[in-house]
Every structure is written in C-alpha cells, then in structure tokens.
C-alpha cells in the first residue's frame, strides 16, 4: 500500500509569516498536531505543531493584566522545526511507518515533485487498519467486548 491512499489531503499548510495564533486556530480547527511550513512556491520550508505553540496557546486569549503576560506575537518562523523529514507520496506505508517510529513522529508531510501534497499520520494508519475486514468486531462480541467498541 502506498502513502497517497492513506494520507490525509489536501494538507493545511501555513507560511514563514503568519501568526502563531493562525497556528493555533488551525490546529484545532482542523484536529490535526502539526502543520506544513511552505514558501510561495508549496515547497516545504519547515513543520510547525503544538509543542512549538503550546507557549503561546496558554496566553492566548487571557486579559493582558491576567500575569500570563500578552497575547502571542510570534510567528511560524520563529517557531517552526526547519529539519522536517517528508515522505514521498508513492513511498511504501510500511517503510513510511518504519520512518516515524525510529524518528518518534506523530505525522509527516507528503510529497508529490517536490510539493506538499498531504499529511500521513499513526492516525490514517489506525484508520485503515480498523477499516480492514480483520479488524471489525465480531458478531458474537461479548458483553466486556461490546463497551470498547465504538
């Protein structure tokens, strides 16, 4: 199975100059832990999830005088990782999987030529694997079964 059946896409992406309240809205908006940093021409530049914002997110929106100091002013470029490790998009999941464990990743981008094309994440793994036949709860569940299928 390749990356470009499992991924998620198309990605969210973000540029070097906006906020790190953006970043913040769109994570949560989207229900998603890190974003693409691209420049003008979709080529990655950098990645940018909630342990670089997670600062800013607990400021944002308290009252200047609260003691939690200003809202956040900071942008993506001075919060983004620029070493991001990528996959292709015609990569094998497998080998794609092998690579965010050994790296401890929750996601990476994709990459079609060069441009983020999509997300793939442990979640669109576990997604397919519980979409598979082999995975669905038996008829004959149980009572304890039962409670921790949804």
């Known amino acids: 199975m390749l990356v470009r ?7 969210v992406t973000v540029d070097e100059g906006q906020s790190a309240t953006t970043v913040i809205r769109l994570l949560d908006r989207f229900h998603v832990s890190s974003l693409p940093v691209v420049d003008e021409k979709g080529q990655l530049v950098g990645i940018i999830g909630e342990a670089d914002v997670i600062g800013d997110a607990a400021v944002l929106g308290e009252p200047v005088d609260s003691g939690w100091g200003t809202p956040p002013r900071a942008c993506v470029r001075e919060r983004m990782v620029s070493r991001v490790v990528g996959v292709d998009s015609d990569a094998d999941v497998v080998d794609a999987v092998a690579l965010m464990s050994r790296a401890a990743l ?9 441009r983020v094309v999509g997300m793939f994440s442990r979640s669109d793994v576990v997604r397919a694997a519980a979409e598979r036949e082999s995975y669905r709860p038996s008829t004959r569940a149980g009572p304890s079964d039962a409670r921790n299928v949804t």
Do not use: Y
């Open 106 to 114: 929750k996601s990476v981008p994709v990459l079609h030529k060069g």
């Open 5 to 11: 059946e499992l991924m998620t896409s198309p990605a």
